[in-house]
C-alpha cells in the first residue's frame, strides 16, 4: 500500500465532522490497534527474504506514522471542541452585580485637616495638640485677651468653673508649644483641633467646630513669608491657579492682622453667588504675633518675631465641596458620609 | 456702621470711581458689607392727587387723578389715608419696584396707570414713614421732580462691619480721615461760627468721680421745637436714625458726624443751677427716658443737679429733664465717660444705644467740644436758639499725646520690604499723625481718636494696610528641619485609615446630656459639667464616644439606612485628663451578594477578627481577648469582651446589651471602645526580622474533645505547653458541639504546623511530639476524638 492511498482512506474515513472521540478510538484501531491495518502489514514481513526486510521495514514504519499524526491531528480537534463546548456551558452573565462588602470612609473633615498636615510638614511644620479643656490663662490671658478685653465678647465661651472652660480656639496650643520650648527653640507648628463656641447650631453656626492654627516664630521669619506660605496653602487647598489678597483685621494676638481672601475658584474673578460678586472668598485669618503674646509665653520680642494663622476647617470643606449646612458635617448621615470615599 | 458717601465726601476729597473706593476701602480700612443706593428704584415722580373717587366696584379701592406735571392720569389706590390736594410719589408705568415692575393693569374694571407709593413699597424701612398707607410729602414739593431726590434720599450707602479695635469708624469723621489717607486726598473740617449772646451760661459743673473725665456744656434758650428741614431727616434716615425733632436730631447728627454722644436736658429742671457728675448710690431708683424705674449701683455714673440723678450718664437721659416739644431752654452736654462703667451698667440693664455704643468703646476726646460747636450752630440755625455766652467746663484728660517711636530697619525687618521716606511719609501725614524722623527712627505722635495703635506694631499696620497689603511679596521661609508627624500621630493616622477600609469614619459632639456621659463609662470617671450650657441634651463632656455612635445608628435608621458601620476617633475628658479613644458601632449586612442568596451579618466574631486584623498590620503584640470579671455596663454579659494588653485592660468588644437597644432605639449593634494611646504603646513594630526555615513544615490535624467550658485560647495554651519547640503554630479549623457529644463537652478540631531551623521534621519525631502532647492533654480531661 502506498502513503498517498492510506492518507487519502483515513481522511475519508475521520471526515464526520462532529465525530465522537468513541468513534475515532474505533477507527484508529482498525488501523493501529493489535488486529489493525498496520500491524498485519508488519505480520507479513516474516514472508519476505532477507533482503527485502529492512526496505519494507522502513515502508511501513513510515505508514504507521503517518497514521498516527493523522488520528492525533483529528484527536486534538475533537478536544479542542469539547473545551469550547464545555466553557461555553459555564458563560456567567458578567453584568450581575459584584459582590458587596461594606467598604467604609474617612470623615471629610479629617480628610481636610491630613491634607493640610501634609502640606505643612513638607514645609517644614510639626504637628502640635493641646487640651480641649482648657484654663482661662491659656485660651485667653497668653493670646492678649484680659478680663474685659471686647474680643471675649465675640466668642461666647463655655464655662465649667472661673478658670476652666472649653477652648474657644486651638490659638491656646501656640501658648503650649512656646512654653513648652522654653523661649529659646524656633517654633514651626500647626495644630488641628476641636473648639467650642456658645452659639446655637444652625446651618452657619456649630457650637463644635474645627480649627487649624498655624505659628512659626523665629528671629527672621516675616510677613512676606506668611503671604507665601498661605498662597501655597491656599493653591493646595482651592487649586493652582489661586491668587490670594491680604485685607486689615484684628485678632488680640497678631498685629497686623490680617483677613485671607483667595480668588473665587468658581468664577475665576468674574463674580458669582458663592464670592457674593467680588471674585475673592473670605478663607482664614492671620498676622504677625502680637509682641505681648510672645513676652508672655518666654519669647523676647525683642529678638524674635513670628507669624500666626488660624481657618475653620469646615469653612474649607464647605467651600471645596459646595456645602451648604454645617450641621451636615456632625449629622453622620450615611449618604452624605460615604460621598467622601 | 453706615455711611452716606454724600455725606462722606463733605469730610474728605474722593478722587476714584465708586467701585474703586469701595475696593481700596475693603482693602485697606475695613470689611465692606454692601454698597448700594439708599433706595434702589429708579424714575419716581412727585404727583398731586387732584381727585379721589370711590371705585365702583370695591369698598376699599379708590380711583385717584393724579397730576404728575406731564401727564394727569388714574391711578387705583387702596391705601386706607388716600386725601385729596395731597403730595405723593407715584411710580408710574415701568418702574422697577422691590415688588416687581409697574405695569398698567385693570382693577376691578379700572384702568389704573401706576402707583402711589408707601416709602416700604420703595425698599425704606417702614418705621421712617410712621402711618399706614401712602407717603405724603410736604405739601409745597413740586410737581414733576424725583421724590428720592426732594427727601434728600438719593445717595449711596458704604455699609462696613467693624472689628473691636477700630472704634474711631464709628462716626463720619472718622472713615475720612481713614479715606484721605487711603486716596491720599485731602480731609477737612470747617470752623464752626455761631452768635453767643450777652448773657451768660449760668449753669456751673463739676464731678466728684474720675469716670467723667471732660465735660462742656452750652446753654441755648428760646429754641422752637419742630420738625427738621427735609436735609437732616434724610441724613439721619440714611443712617438708620429715625428723625424725632429738630432739638433730637440734631444731638443725633451731630453723634453720627462726629461719634460724640450729646445729651440735651430741659435747662428749666436743673433747679440748682449746677451739674454735678456722680456715681450712683447702691440701690438708688431713677426713671429713665423710656418711663421705665431703673435700680442704680455704684458703678452707674449720675449727672445730677447736686442733688437727685437727672440722667444715667452716656447711656440714657430721665424722664424729669427730658426735652418736650413746649421746652423753650436746653442745656447740652458734651462729656467723656470711662468706657468700663458704661459698659457694665448698659449690659447690667440692658440698655445698649447708639450713644453707650460708643462711649463704650472709647470716644475721640478731641471732639468733645467741637460736637458741641457743632450742635449749638445748627440749634441756631434750625429752632433758632439763642447761645448764651461761654459754657462751664472741666477737661482732666492727658494734654499730651501718645508718642510712639519706630526705626525704619524693624519695618523692614517685619514687612521684608524696602519703604521710602515718601511712602511713609505719606501714611503717617494721611492719617494726621504728626511726626519727626531722625537717624533711622520716626517718632510718631498719636491723636486720641486713634485709642487703638499703642505700640510700634500698630503702627507697622496702619503704615502695611495703607501703603497696601499687594505691595508685601511671597516668600517661603527657609527651613533646616524636616517636618515631621511623631509616631503616635503616625499611629493614629495608620488607625483611621485601616479602619476606614471597612467602616465609615464620623465626628459627633464632645457634649451630651446626663445619661450619656457615663453610659459605657466603666471607670465611673468624674463628670465635667458645664456651667452655662446651651441645653440639657449638651451639658458634659463624654466619657464615651459609644452613646454618640449609637445616636447615629438611631438617625440613620429614622432615614431607612439599614446597614451600618461607623467608627469615630475621638477624646473622652476629665477635668485633668483627655484620652483618645478609638470606638465602633456595627448593624446590619457586611456584605451580600442578593441575587445568589448569600448574605453575611455582623456578629462578635466580625467585630473580633476586623480589629484583630487591624491590630496586625498596626503590629500590636501580647495583647488578647478575655471575659469581663464583671459585666460591662450595656453589654451582653455572655457576648463581650475585655481586651487586655499585657494585663492591663484597655478596651471592650461586645454586643449591646437588650436594655440598651431598646433605650437607644437602634437594632442590633455590636459596639467597640479601644483607649488609643494604649493601644499605640501596645505596637512593637519591627526591628530586626526573624530567621525563617529552609526546611519544609509538617502539618497534623487534631480533633479534640474537651469541656464546654474550655475557651478556645485556653486550649491552643495548654497545646503550646506540652508541644516542643518544633511546634511553630496552631490553628482552629472547626467547632462542634451536638448530639454525638457527651452534655458538657465540644470538640475543637486544629491545625498543628511544626518546623524546624536546622533539619527536615521526619514523620516518627513528629508522631513523638503529637503523642506527647496527646498524653498532656489526656492528664487536663481532654482527649482524642474516637
Ligand atoms: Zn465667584
Not at chain 2, 462542634?736 to 498543628?752: C, I, P, S, V
Amino acid at each position: 500500500m502506498e502513503k498517498e492511498e492510506l492518507k487519502k482512506q483515513i481522511k475519508n474515513e475521520l471526515k464526520e465532522k462532529d465525530m465522537s472521540m468513541q468513534k475515532l478510538l474505533e477507527i484508529k484501531a482498525a488501523y493501529l490497534g493489535k488486529k489493525g491495518l498496520i500491524p498485519s502489514l508488519m505480520g507479513e514481513m516474516k514472508n519476505l527474504s532477507q533482503e527485502e526486510k529492512p526496505a519494507y521495514g522502513e515502508k511501513v514504519n513510515a505508514l504507521k506514522n503517518l497514521a498516527a499524526d493523522l488520528f492525533d491531528e483529528k484527536k486534538k480537534e475533537i478536544e479542542e471542541k469539547e473545551i469550547g463546548q464545555k466553557l461555553e456551558s459555564e458563560k456567567v452573565d458578567i453584568t450581575l452585580p459584584g459582590k458587596e462588602f461594606n467598604t467604609g470612609s474617612i470623615h471629610v473633615l479629617n480628610e481636610v485637616i491630613e491634607e493640610v498636615e501634609d502640606l505643612f510638614i513638607g514645609l517644614g511644620f510639626e504637628v502640635k495638640d493641646g487640651p480641649e479643656i482648657e484654663s482661662d490663662r491659656f485660651n485667653f490671658e497668653l493670646l492678649n485677651i484680659p478680663k474685659d478685653h471686647p474680643a471675649r465678647a465675640m466668642q461666647d465661651t463655655f464655662y465649667i468653673n472661673a478658670e476652666r472652660l472649653l477652648r474657644t480656639q486651638t490659638s491656646g496650643a501656640q501658648a503650649h508649644t512656646m512654653i513648652e520650648y522654653g523661649g529659646k527653640k524656633d517654633v514651626r507648628i500647626i495644630c488641628p483641633g476641636k473648639v467650642y463656641r456658645r452659639d446655637d447650631d444652625d446651618a452657619t453656626h456649630s457650637h463644635q467646630f474645627t480649627q487649624i492654627e498655624g505659628l512659626v516664630v523665629n528671629k527672621d521669619v516675616t510677613m512676606a513669608d506668611l503671604k507665601g506660605t498661605l498662597l501655597t496653602l491656599a493653591r493646595k487647598m482651592f487649586g493652582e491657579d489661586r491668587e490670594i489678597r491680604l485685607r486689615p483685621s484684628y485678632f488680640p494676638f497678631t498685629e497686623p492682622s490680617i483677613e485671607v481672601d483667595v480668588s473665587c475658584f468658581k468664577c475665576h474673578g468674574k463674580g458669582c453667588s458663592l464670592c457674593k460678586n467680588t471674585g475673592w472668598i473670605e478663607i482664614l485669618g492671620a498676622g504677625m504675633v502680637n509682641n505681648n503674646v510672645l513676652d508672655m509665653c518666654g519669647y523676647d520680642s525683642k529678638v524674635y518675631q513670628g507669624y500666626a494663622f488660624g481657618m475653620g476647617v469646615e469653612r474649607i470643606a464647605m467651600l471645596k465641596y459646595g456645602i451648604d449646612d454645617i450641621r451636615l458635617f456632625y449629622m453622620n448621615d450615611k449618604r452624605f458620609i460615604e460621598q467622601f470615599k | 456702621m453706615l455711611i452716606p458717601l454724600k455725606l462722606l465726601k463733605e469730610y474728605v476729597d474722593i478722587n476714584v470711581d465708586d467701585k474703586e473706593f469701595v475696593r481700596q476701602f475693603s482693602l485697606k480700612s475695613a470689611e465692606v458689607d454692601s454698597f448700594a443706593p439708599f433706595v434702589s428704584v429708579k424714575g419716581l415722580t412727585i404727583g398731586k392727587i387732584l381727585k379721589v373717587k370711590e371705585h365702583p366696584d370695591s369698598n376699599h379701592l379708590h380711583i385717584t387723578t393724579v397730576d404728575t406735571g406731564d401727564t394727569v392720569q388714574d391711578i387705583v389706590c387702596g391705601a386706607p389715608n388716600v386725601m385729596e390736594g395731597k403730595k405723593v410719589i407715584v411710580a408710574k408705568e415701568g418702574v422697577s419696584l422691590p415688588g416687581g415692575v409697574m405695569k398698567k393693569a385693570l382693577i376691578r374694571g379700572v384702568e389704573s396707570c401706576g402707583m402711589n407709593c408707601s416709602l416700604e413699597e420703595l425698599g425704606i424701612d417702614a418705621k421712617f414713614q410712621g402711618y399706614e398707607g401712602i407717603y405724603y410729602l410736604d405739601d409745597d414739593a413740586p410737581i414733576g421732580i424725583d421724590p428720592i431726590a426732594y427727601l434728600h434720599l438719593d445717595d449711596m450707602i458704604l455699609e462696613i462691619e467693624l472689628t473691636p479695635n477700630r472704634s474711631d469708624l464709628l462716626s463720619i469723621i472718622g472713615v475720612a480721615h481713614d479715606t484721605a489717607a487711603m486716596l491720599n486726598t485731602s480731609f477737612h473740617l470747617d470752623e464752626i461760627k455761631y452768635n453767643e449772646k450777652e448773657e451768660e451760661a449760668d449753669i456751673s459743673v463739676s464731678t466728684e468721680t474720675e469716670n467723667c473725665r471732660a465735660y462742656y456744656s452750652k446753654v441755648i434758650k428760646n429754641v422752637k421745637i419742630k420738625e427738621s428741614p427735609s436735609w437732616l431727616k434724610g441724613a439721619l434716615i440714611k443712617m438708620n436714625v429715625r428723625p424725632i425733632n429738630n432739638v433730637v436730631d440734631v444731638t443725633n447728627y451731630v453723634l453720627m458726624i462726629t461719634g460724640q454722644p450729646l445729651h440735651a436736658f430741659n435747662y428749666n429742671a436743673i433747679k440748682t443751677k449746677k451739674i454735678v457728675v456722680k456715681m450712683a448710690e447702691d440701690k438708688e431708683k431713677f426713671y429713665t427716658l423710656d418711663n421705665k424705674e431703673r435700680i442704680l449701683s455704684k458703678d452707674d455714673i449720675v449727672i445730677t443737679d447736686g442733688i437727685t440723678p437727672l440722667c444715667l450718664g452716656g447711656v440714657m437721659g430721665g424722664i424729669e429733664s427730658e426735652v418736650e416739644n413746649d421746652t423753650t431752654s436746653i442745656f447740652l452736654e458734651s462729656a467723656n465717660f470711662n468706657p468700663k462703667n458704661i459698659q457694665r451698667t448698659s449690659k447690667r440693664l440692658d440698655l445698649v444705644s447708639e450713644s453707650s455704643t460708643r462711649f463704650e468703646k472709647g470716644i475721640d476726646p478731641l471732639m468733645s467740644k467741637y460736637a458741641l460747636d457743632l450742635a449749638a450752630y445748627l440749634l441756631e440755625k434750625l429752632a433758632s436758639g439763642e447761645i448764651l455766652k461761654g459754657g462751664s467746663c472741666f477737661n482732666n484728660l492727658p494734654k499730651e499725646d501718645k508718642k510712639i517711636e519706630i526705626s525704619l530697619e524693624k519695618i523692614e525687618k517685619v514687612l521684608a520690604r524696602h519703604y521710602s521716606s515718601e511712602e511713609i511719609d505719606k501714611v503717617f501725614s494721611g492719617l494726621s499723625f504728626d511726626f519727626s524722623y531722625k537717624d533711622g527712627v520716626y517718632q510718631v505722635s498719636i491723636p486720641p481718636r486713634r485709642s487703638d495703635i499703642e505700640t510700634y506694631q500698630d503702627l507697622i499696620e496702619e503704615i502695611v494696610r495703607i501703603n497696601g497689603y499687594e505691595k508685601i511679596a511671597s516668600s517661603i521661609p527657609a527651613s533646616y528641619s524636616a517636618g515631621k508627624h511623631n509616631d503616635y500621630q503616625k499611629f493614629i493616622r495608620k488607625l483611621r485609615h485601616l479602619l476606614s477600609f471597612s467602616l465609615n469614619e464620623v465626628i459627633t459632639y464632645s457634649l451630651v446630656n446626663g445619661k450619656e456621659v457615663s453610659y459605657f463609662d466603666n471607670k465611673e470617671m468624674e463628670k465635667v459639667k458645664i456651667s452655662n450650657p446651651l441645653s440639657d441634651e449638651r451639658t458634659y463632656m463624654r466619657h464615651s464616644l459609644l452613646p454618640s455612635l449609637l445616636n447615629t445608628l438611631k438617625y440613620n435608621v429614622y432615614h431607612k439606612i439599614e446597614d451600618n458601620f461607623i467608627f469615630e476617633i475621638g477624646r473622652n475628658y476629665t477635668l485633668d485628663k483627655e484620652e483618645t479613644l478609638v470606638s465602633g458601632a456595627l448593624s446590619g449586612l457586611i456584605s451580600s451578594t442578593l441575587w445568589s442568596g448569600k448574605k453575611e451579618e455582623a456578629d462578635f466574631f466580625y467585630v473580633k477578627g476586623l480589629l484583630e486584623n487591624v491590630f496586625t498590620k498596626l503590629s500590636i503584640k501580647n495583647y488578647c481577648f478575655i471575659y469581663p470579671a464583671s459585666p460591662l455596663k450595656g453589654l451582653h454579659p455572655g457576648v463581650s469582651a475585655v481586651l487586655l494588653s499585657g494585663r492591663e485592660p484597655i478596651g471592650f468588644i461586645g454586643l449591646i446589651h437588650p436594655e440598651t437597644q431598646k433605650e437607644f432605639d437602634v437594632p442590633k449593634t455590636f459596639v467597640f471602645e479601644i483607649n488609643a494611646e494604649k493601644l499605640y504603646n501596645a505596637s512593637h513594630p519591627l526591628k530586626t526580622v526573624k530567621e525563617i526555615s529552609k526546611y519544609p513544615s509538617i502539618k497534623r490535624d487534631l480533633a479534640l474533645v474537651v469541656p464546654s467550658s474550655l475557651t478556645a485560647e485556653s486550649l491552643m495554651g495548654k497545646i503550646k505547653k506540652y508541644g516542643k519547640r518544633s511546634l511553630s503554630d496552631i490553628s482552629i479549623f472547626d467547632l462542634y458541639t451536638g448530639e454525638k457529644l457527651e452534655k458538657d463537652k465540644k470538640q475543637l478540631a486544629l491545625t498543628l504546623t511544626f518546623s524546624d531551623m536546622k533539619k527536615t521534621l521526619e514523620a516518627v519525631e513528629v508522631d513523638s511530639y503529637i503523642a506527647e502532647i496527646l498524653a498532656g492533654l489526656l492528664n487536663e480531661g481532654i482527649t482524642l476524638r474516637e
